[in-house]
């Protein structure tokens, strides 16, 4: 196991948790200097539990792998928080890791496909246990290149054939409030943008899907974009990245209000499914990470139970999938607590429906090799 400071965490990762943009910058909310000081594994396992039904199986189609100054998060710190669970395979999604270093500008994001191939290869060695990681692989192109990051597309396929399923373009944009680092000149509507969707036009000609990862505030984007373009697959994101920090602290009831008559809209699109998960991040503003010990299973359902059974409701178990987000929400949680809690939260579904969300909605929509 990788020992990461939680203090190193922030400084390295902070952005990510709270924008999805690898900068380094202040966090949004207040931090306390206890929480930052303290090393993260000796945190997490202030509060353990036993795995619940550790023999169900599961595939996380949500994690991010990476290797920076002071804060590593690799194959074998993946293995290591997973293995309390049955996890059958992973899907790895795009969080700016490993670029090219020279070359193209726009060709720079295959460097991290290719980094995760490598990854995956050696999961599938079997050298590292049961767990196939990165049977999927999301990675990243800048779809406002038009008809031109039709090249990036194909150098991404190329650079994994087997793995390389879509593309994540991020629309996460708020005010600085919320993003201290938010730049000057970042689109607020960009799914919007007649470049960007004649980029997006090419995904369906490579059969790839895409990752919505956005706010609250934006969703209604989404299923503009949804609408136009009915043959492309589309992943609801992090529940469409409630806030709750910034100009949005103390308001909970308010955003909630706010943001379900978006997903409601949003799901009336059969080309969309959901992700359930990814609300621990620092900018969803519960504050984990500033608690004397971490949450246990029961404490986190308390707290979001009332979006995932929104988001369930309206997309149905066939068109959801539970994901970790780790190590991002690492911050707030350990790996076997966040999954006891989508265990609780699924007792009274039936086991074709809890299959659908913990497993096989991932490998339809992913288009994984059962393992």
């Known amino acids: 196991m990788t020992y990461i400071t939680r203090r ?55 994690h991010h792998l990476w290797d920076r100054p002071n804060n590593r998060y690799m194959l074998e710190d993946l293995i290591e928080d ?26 720079r994001v295959v460097g991290e496909t290719e980094f995760v191939q490598g990854v995956a290869a050696k999961s599938a060695s079997g050298g590292y246990g049961e767990t196939r990681v990165a049977t999927g692989i999301v990675g990243s192109a800048n779809l406002r290149l038009g008809d031109r990051v039709a090249a990036v597309l194909e150098a991404q396929i190329a ?8 593309i994540r373009h991020r ?65 609801f994101n992090h529940l469409g990245g409630p806030i709750g920090v910034g100009s949005y602290a103390g308001r909970r009831d308010e955003v909630f209000a706010a943001w379900k008559p978006a997903v409601a809209e949003l799901a009336q699109c059969p080309n969309v499914v959901a992700k359930v998960g990814g609300i621990q991040m620092v900018v969803n503003g519960y504050r984990w990470h500033e608690l004397e010990r971490p949450p246990t299973s029961d404490e986190l359902l308390q707290a979001n139970q009332d979006w995932y059974n929104y988001t369930i409701d309206q997309f149905g178990p066939d ?12 911050l707030s949680c350990s790996y076997t607590v966040l999954w006891n809690q989508f265990k609780k939260l699924t007792r009274g579904f039936s086991a074709d429906e809890r299959a659908a969300m913990f497993h096989d909605t991932a490998m339809r929509v992913y288009r994984l090799p059962r393992v």
């Not at 910058?25 to 594994?41: D, F, H, N, R």
């Not at 799914?191 to 990752?211: I, N, Q, V």
Request: glycine share 6%; proline share 9%; charged share 20%.
């Open 8 to 62: 190193g965490f922030f400084q390295q990762a902070g952005i990510i948790t709270a924008s999805g943009l690898a900068l380094s910058g202040a966090l949004p909310g207040p931090v306390t200097k206890s929480a930052l000081a303290q090393p993260m594994p000796d945190w997490l396992s202030l509060t353990e539990e036993p795995a619940l039904e550790p023999e169900l199986p599961i595939i996380d189609p949500h």
């Open 82 to 107: 997973t293995r309390a669970h049955n996890v059958r395979q992973t899907v790895f999604v795009e969080c700016t890791s490993m670029y090219r270093a020279d070359g193209p500008e726009e060709l």
């Open 171 to 235: 629309a996460a944009w708020a005010d600085r409030t919320v993003v201290p680092n938010q730049r000057a000149d970042a689109p607020e509507h960009i799914l919007l943008d007649p470049d960007f969707r004649k980029g997006y036009a090419h995904l369906r000609t490579y059969g790839l899907s895409f990752e919505g990862w956005l706010y609250h505030t934006h969703i209604d984007d989404l299923t503009d974009l949804a609408k136009a373009f009915p043959d492309t697959t589309i992943i």
């Open 159 to 166: 650079a994994s054939p087997q793995r390389f399923r879509g």
């Open 319 to 330: 068109r959801c999938m539970f994901e970790s987000n780790f190590p991002v929400d690492k």
